[in-house]
């Protein structure tokens, strides 16, 4: 069952609306993300809730990545997943996600729609669309090799509500 709701979920978020993204934003340039990452953080506006991360991220494929999310906090129940796709279109990047809890039910009403407003070498930036928690999400590959996750629910103060450091998976 839970490998039937991941591809139902995969081949759903293939769908993609039109976005109003930069066209010259090339999805080949996140074959950087490729691979398993692990990580550390806090999640809550206080940070009250450690936990352990993963991420899986595809290497680019005939104009699409994505990447799966598992959150699974220290000394509670708090799990959650996250199924995301990335696609090239004729405006840019742009992508759907949607998370899961523990019993695998969908526990946000609609998939938030993202567009990449930039892409390097060691960076990738995204705006929300719709339905997103966070105005802007970021991944940054530090110079001593870590990936930082920023979820920033208001760019103009640029405070966090989410941090998580990951490091390559052996």
């Known amino acids: 069952m839970r490998l039937e709701a991941i591809c139902l979920s995969i081949l759903f978020c293939g769908l993609l609306g039109k976005a ?15 691979g398993e990452w692990i990580g550390e953080g806090q999640e809550g506006d206080s940070g009250e ?9 595809t290497p ?11 959150w699974h906090a220290e000394e509670s129940e708090h799990v959650h997943y996250a199924v995301n ?17 523990r019993d695998f039910e969908n526990f946000e009403e609609h998939p938030w729609l993202l567009k990449a407003t930039r892409i390097g070498s ?25 990936l930082e996750e920023r979820w920033i629910p208001n760019p103009d103060e640029n ?10 998976a052996k």
Not at 50 to 56: D, W
Not at 60 to 65: A, Q, R, T
């Open 85 to 101: 796709v990335f696609q090239q279109t004729k405006n840019g990047v742009v992508g759907k996600g949607i998370h899961y809890g």
């Open 122 to 146: 060691d960076v990738v930036e995204f705006q929300c669309l719709e339905y997103c928690r966070s105005e802007s999400i970021s991944f940054t590959l530090l110079k001593n090799g870590v």
């Open 49 to 57: 809730v450690e936990g352990v991360a993963r991420q899986y991220w």
């Open 159 to 168: 405070k966090p509500d989410w941090i998580v450091r990951y490091r390559r």
């Open 60 to 70: 680019p494929l005939e104009g699409s990545v994505s990447f799966f999310f598992t």
């Open 20 to 34: 109003n993204a930069d066209s010259t934003i090339d999805i080949d340039d996140l074959d950087w993300l490729a």
